[in-house]
């Protein structure tokens, strides 16, 4: 379609760093030698009048860049990021850049690494047509060499996220990054230009690190090379919880539990306070379930003594955990060192959380209980009773609730109370 319009496009950065090393391609880039957002939207016209269904384009003019996203009858849906082809200038480090358009070479030079900087040109038109690999920056030579290496000194200062996605491509291809980028990573630290990056970026390209296949390697290197603790002071506790993790990981200890973001971003927050832990997660603008698995791994840490102390006591230790983040729960389960903790834990993720007593509501409104907090509290009792095994089946429960009823009617029945 950019061919009819006299438009050069050409598949850029990732996909073709992936499909030379014969990685499977996920998203498909391409840059555009003009209006990249009106070509999203012609691409999205023509697929709605094909087999594709929900094709939805988000563009952004301030960068000239458009995603289409469709589902497809032929298969699960797919992603299509354009981007008009430009030149960048940082006018603050840190902050996002000011662009305009350019040529496919301003466009590759803007790039953070060699490697994510070639271009396959598609259209009979536009530079390197004739159809050979765009590489102008040694993308090729780095990427056979295994070399994670910036297109100039100054790429860290003007983008410090760079600074993780340079751990993650050098720990996803078992790549090494280069001397200069290596003391160019140095100097933006030591600098401390991380500090100019929004949380929100911070926390998305963190994101991408939990998502790789292997999440802790590159989250070990950010750690040794003063990446983590600049993102935040506290991050820099991070050996304790990580080093647990890999060691787990590498022993095959997991016990078939993978080792997945939750659990690596347990290890991060698992050695901090509560207040360091907030520090962290308002740095990072955590919010929904990350925050409360952050919020939960140190409460659960912190909490270990009273774990320990019930163990043997289903209801109480169910209601210690009761409305905690199940993912905290499994993934402190595997990062303490104390067995009988963590025993107790994978008890209530896997048994206890479910257990629930046989009678509803509904069944004890109809013995003759008023409707109101006395409905909740014989429940809870049921439940608990249910839990240490006080009573096994619908009659025994149907009694325990009488007795409770009768109670209930000469006196309250105490909250939190064991059968
Ligand atoms: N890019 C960059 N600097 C950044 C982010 C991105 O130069 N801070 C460029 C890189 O050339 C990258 C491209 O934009 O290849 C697309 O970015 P992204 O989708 O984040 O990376 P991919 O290369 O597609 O890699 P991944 O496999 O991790 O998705």
Redesign the pocket.
């Known amino acids: 379609m950019a061919g009819e319009s006299g438009l050069a496009v050409y598949l850029?950065?990732?996909?073709v760093?992936?499909a030379l090393l014969g990685w499977p391609l996920?998203?498909l880039?391409f840059a555009v030698e003009g209006d990249a957002p009106g070509l999203a939207r012609r691409v999205a016209e023509r697929l709605a009048g094909g087999c594709s269904r929900d094709v939805r384009v988000t563009a952004h003019a301030r960068f000239g860049t458009a995603t289409v996203a469709f589902d497809s009858c032929a298969k699960d849906g797919g992603r299509i990021?354009l981007?008009t082809a430009r030149r960048e200038s940082y006018p603050r480090p840190g902050q996002l850049p000011r662009v305009t358009p350019g040529s496919i070479g301003d466009d590759?030079a803007?790039?953070?690494?060699s490697i994510?900087?070639m271009a396959l040109p598609l259209t009979a038109t536009g530079e390197g047509a004739e159809g050979g690999l765009l590489d102008p920056l040694g993308g090729l030579d780095d990427l056979r060499a295994g070399i994670v290496r910036v297109l100039h000194p100054r790429s860290f200062v003007d983008?410090p996220?760079?600074l993780l996605?340079a751990v993650?491509?050098e720990q996803?291809f078992g790549f090494r990054i280069d001397r200069a980028t290596m003391s160019a990573m140095d100097g933006a630290v030591a600098k401390g230009c991380m500090d100019a990056v929004s949380g929100d970026r911070w926390r998305h390209?963190l994101e991408?690190i939990l998502d790789e296949a292997n999440p802790v390697a590159p989250l070990q290197r950010a750690a040794e090379l003063g990446v983590l603790a600049g993102l935040h002071p506290s991050l820099g506790k991070h050996g304790a919880g990580l080093g647990r993790l890999a060691a787990l990981a590498c022993d095959g200890e997991l016990e078939g539990e993978m080792v997945g973001p939750d659990e690596c971003l347990a290890a991060l927050f698992s050695p901090l306070s509560a207040v360091e832990g907030e520090g962290v997660i308002r740095r990072l603008r955590l919010s929904g379930r990350r925050a409360a698995l952050s919020r939960d791994t140190i409460e659960l840490r912190e909490s270990e003594p009273q774990i320990r102390a019930c163990a043997g006591k289903p209801s109480e230790l169910a209601r210690m955990l009761a409305g905690r983040e199940l993912a905290a729960v499994s993934a402190w389960a595997a990062l303490t060192a104390d067995p009988v903790v963590a025993a107790a834990l994978r008890r209530y993720a896997g048994e206890l959380r479910l257990v629930k007593p046989e009678l509803s509501g509904g069944a004890l409104l109809d013995m003759g209980v008023t409707e109101g907090p006395l409905v909740g509290e014989i429940l809870a009792r049921l439940r608990d009773a249910r839990l240490d095994g006080a009573v096994n089946s619908r009659d025994e429960e149907t009694a325990l609730a009488r007795a409770l009823l009768g109670r209930a009617r000469a006196a309250p029945i105490p909250q939190g109370g064991g059968e």
Do not use: H, I, M, S
Request: charged share 55%.
């Open positions: 850029v950065g990732g996909p760093r992936d996920l998203d880039d990021d981007v590759l803007r790039r953070d690494f994510n900087a983008d996220t760079r996605r993650r491509y996803r390209e991408r």
